[in-house]
Every structure is written in structure tokens, then in C-alpha cells.
């Protein structure tokens, strides 16, 4: 079955800890984004790739950090600069960026707590 | 830029009624428009996308959406709901020049009652 799947689930970091969360797709998509969720805001862009070894900053980039060496992955990490963290965060892919008629697929997301 | 309104945060109906959620966008290029449903605790999936041709766009699970240029909206609907169309659902537009990013509306939370 091809998808994305990203992990863990579920995660709890103390402040201060930098934390990765993985992405994984096999849908041999060019493009991956990251995008974080809160009640009642929608979806809001973090970083977004292209291409492999060529990303992005979206809209929220300030603390975060990502890396594209392969195509099929693209983690997110969460460093210790982000001053409110705690939201459930979705990676997406779509065939490629442009054109841009070409709609997103997304996984099943990883809800990160700071405790 | 863009930008997109969901005016209703919460609609709540009764199983086997009609349901409309509406979306409302502002754009200075032509745009691409989607909706997308998210269930709890789940990534977002594509119902329907409106690209060019006839306004009316027929998605997954019964919906369909009518895109009004004239009133920049894309409304989503659905004749009779189920208990399984409880969810989050999103508004999505994108432009479509170079390098446009998708833009999410706020949601809204659709919560079929029995």
C-alpha cells in the first residue's frame, strides 16, 4: 500500500529537549511539507521540500529544522527556540509543486506534548 | 496572497438532513480549490477539488461543492448526513502561479446527531 506514515504517534518532550519527528512516503512524490495544527487555525506551513537536498521555509519556520537527503523522507525537528511547540504537527506530499492543481496527501500525524 | 473563511466553526444536524459548510475565499490570481475531511486524530483527505469546467463538483462520500466566482465561495454539501460524517472539515485554496503554496481555512467540525 503506498502512503505516508510518520511516527511515533503520540510523543512528550520536557522543555528545553529537541525533538524529530519522521516522515516517510512511498508514493515516489517530489514534494513533502510540513504543517502544524492548532484548534481552530487550520493548518499552517512550516517547511516544504521540492526536491531532494532543497527545502523551503513556510509561513512558522522559527524553530524548526528539517533536512531532504532522500526523497522518500523529510523529518522535522522541533528545537528547544520554539516557544510553544505543543500542537499535532502533519507531513504531506504531492507529485510535485508544481503545477500546483495537484493535491496533497497526508499522514496520519504525530501530536507532540511539552511538559 | 490568499485567504479563507469558514464562518461556521461548529455545525451541528441530525442524521439523514441536508448539511452546507461554507468557504469563502480572497485572492488577488486565479486559484485552485479544495475540501479536505479529517477525522479525529487523523491526517487530512481529499473530498473534492475544483480545478476548471462546470462549477459543480461531485467528491467522495456524497459531497459536492459549488464553486461562484462571482461570490469568490466554494460551498460544500451534502443532501442527507451520517453518523460517519462527523468530522473536521477544511477548506484548501491554492494558486496557480509558480511556487503558490496550498492555504487552509480554519475548519469547520461537523457533528452529525442521531
Known amino acids: 500500500d503506498g502512503g505516508i506514515t510518520q511516527s511515533p504517534k503520540y510523543l512528550f518532550r520536557k522543555e528545553g529537549q529537541n525533538v524529530t519527528l519522521s516522515c516517510e512516503q512511498n508514493?515516489?512524490?517530489?514534494?513533502m511539507y510540513w504543517y502544524r495544527q492548532d484548534p481552530g487555525q487550520g493548518l499552517r506551513l512550516i517547511y516544504y521540500?521540492?526536491?531532494?537536498?532543497?527545502?523551503q521555509k513556510g509561513d512558522i519556520a522559527e524553530g524548526y529544522s528539517v533536512s531532504r537527503e532522500k526523497k522518500e523522507s523529510f523529518p522535522l525537528t522541533v528545537t528547544s527556540a520554539q516557544k510553544n511547540p505543543t500542537a499535532f504537527y502533519l507531513c504531506?506530499?504531492?507529485?510535485?509543486?508544481?503545477?500546483?492543481?495537484?493535491?496533497?496527501?497526508f499522514g496520519p500525524g504525530t501530536r507532540l506534548t511539552v511538559l | 496572497a490568499q485567504s479563507v473563511t469558514q464562518l461556521d466553526s461548529q455545525v451541528p444536524v441530525f442524521e439523514e438532513a441536508p448539511v452546507e459548510l461554507r468557504c469563502n475565499y480572497s485572492?488577488?490570481?486565479?486559484?485552485?480549490l479544495f475540501w479536505y475531511v479529517q477525522y479525529p486524530n487523523q491526517g487530512l483527505q481529499l473530498l473534492l477539488k475544483?480545478?476548471?469546467?462546470?462549477?459543480l463538483v461531485k467528491g467522495i462520500n456524497g459531497f459536492e461543492a459549488e464553486f461562484n466566482k462571482s461570490q469568490t465561495s466554494f460551498h460544500l454539501r451534502k443532501p442527507s448526513v451520517h453518523i460517519s460524517d462527523t468530522a473536521e472539515y477544511f477548506c484548501?485554496?491554492?494558486?496557480?502561479?509558480?511556487?503558490?503554496?496550498?492555504?487552509f481555512g480554519p475548519g469547520t467540525r461537523l457533528s452529525v446527531l442521531p
Open positions: 521540500s521540492q526536491i531532494v537536498n532543497d527545502f
Open positions: 508514493l515516489n512524490h517530489d514534494a
Open positions: 485572492s488577488s490570481v486565479s486559484v485552485y
Open positions: 504531506a506530499s504531492s507529485i510535485v509543486l508544481v503545477p500546483s492543481y495537484n493535491e496533497q496527501f
Open positions: 475544483y480545478l476548471s469546467g462546470s462549477t
Open positions: 484548501a485554496v491554492r494558486g496557480k502561479n509558480y511556487g503558490q503554496n496550498f492555504v
